[in-house]
């Protein structure tokens, strides 16, 4: 079983690496860049077969360890 | 429009980061864990409405600047 974890920063948190890839690109000469954003996604390969109970498990490890939850939100797919 | 853009590593490249997320999920208990990977999704908020266009812009982005292409890969959607 896979999950796929998506991890961002809350609205309204400042972004000086969104800001950083924003102006970069906008020196390069892509002016029609006008915010960027970046997030991370993180995979784990799971033994096991419950999905439901994957999921509550891969919640525990954002809450615990992937996600910094005072000004990062995460998201959390499991596939089979 | 807005572009959202993967960036992960190539296959065969090695993980360090990844390693460390599923040593540390481990140590924490969560012996399901096999393998970790970690990637990075850019979000761009883009001027203009040809998204073909934009496609082909944001290519250009990544091979310049968003992706380090000797050791990454990476997969651009463009969202109206």
């Given amino acids: 079983m896979?999950?796929?974890i998506h991890v961002g920063l809350?609205?309204?948190v400042l972004d000086p690496q969104g800001?950083?890839?924003s102006r970069s690109l906008n020196d390069l000469g892509f002016e029609?860049?006008?915010a960027a954003r970046q997030g991370k996604v993180i995979e784990?390969?799971?033994?096991?077969?419950d999905s439901t109970a994957a999921k509550a498990r891969v919640t525990e490890m954002c809450e615990k360890l992937l996600a910094n939850t005072v000004i990062e939100s995460?998201?959390?797919e499991i596939e089979d």
């Fill in 2 to 4: 896979k999950a796929i």
């Fill in 10 to 12: 809350k609205p309204g």
């Fill in 19 to 21: 800001r950083a890839i």
């Fill in 32 to 34: 029609e860049v006008a």
């Fill in 44 to 49: 784990l390969d799971l033994t096991g077969d």
């Fill in 74 to 76: 995460y998201r959390v």
